[in-house]
């Protein structure tokens, strides 16, 4: 089993909800908006820095520190770990490609076939772009499979599994395809506003890495996409029927 952590802490980090803790990792459900990491620009408000905080109580000359595994874009929310030390960092690294990862995103369209693989390498530009290259040197294989769930309005729910973790990569793949993440305003086009990225890390699945014992996490499923599920999108009203109204 894993190592329990030594008493409950009363201060808590900031923007994030711990999902689980003990003495080798933090799981916590990330909120859209905030960075995994710093970038240097963002004044240190990141999930890293919340949870360095966290664990040292407040206190920056106390020695605790948090370690990144993994990370999420900006404008992602949900599952995301951290490990508490350099050992155990290491050991969720070697062995993190048998992590399941399992994400809900709402798209642009209605995608068909209904359940599929995209497979593509990617490549990174120089203003960091990511796109797909047909060019196997140039680019990193990258592997997104999805599952249609419900169709709302002209919008898709999808169930995805990342088989790779490349930067960006199930936002491009589903643009690429022609079902840009409702949101997306990088990868995506003629797109509905909406208030962020309607892409979530629903479960993470991966082996403790002191116990090895096979462990699930799930980040409940924003508000936002509670209501994306109810009803379609509003439809913007023609001239006709204003003519109509008036």
Do not use: C
């Amino acid at each position: 089993m894993p190592r329990k952590p030594s008493g409950r802490r009363k201060h808590q980090p900031l923007g994030l909800e711990i999902l689980h803790e003990d003495r080798d990792i933090i799981v916590v459900n990330k909120a859209a908006g905030l960075l995994t990491i710093g970038t240097g620009r963002d004044g240190g408000r990141t999930a890293h820095a919340a949870l360095d905080d966290y664990v040292r109580k407040g206190n920056p000359k106390s020695r605790q520190r948090i370690f990144i595994v993994h990370r999420l874009d900006r404008d992602t929310s949900g599952v995301l770990v951290f490990a508490r030390s350099e050992e155990a960092k290491r050991t969720l690294q070697d062995h993190w490609r048998d992590a399941e990862k399992t994400y809900l995103a709402f798209v642009e369209g209605h995608p068909d076939p209904l359940e599929d693989t995209i497979s593509s390498y990617l490549m990174e530009s120089d203003s960091r772009r990511v796109y797909s290259t047909k060019d196997p040197k140039a680019g990193k294989l990258a592997h997104t499979k999805y599952k249609l769930l419900k169709t709302v309005g002209k919008r898709a729910l999808l169930e995805i599994q990342l088989l790779t973790g490349r930067k960006n990569q199930i936002r491009v793949h589903l643009a690429d395809k022609g079902w840009p993440i409702v949101g997306d305003a990088k990868y995506g086009h003629k797109i509905h506003r909406n208030k962020r990225l309607a892409l979530h890390s629903h479960l993470l699945s991966f082996e403790h890495p002191y116990s090895g014992v096979r462990q699930s996490f799930e980040a409940p499923i924003p508000d936002t996409f509670h209501q994306m599920a109810a009803a379609p999108p509003p439809r913007k009203p023609s001239g006709r029927d204003q003519n109509a109204s008036s």
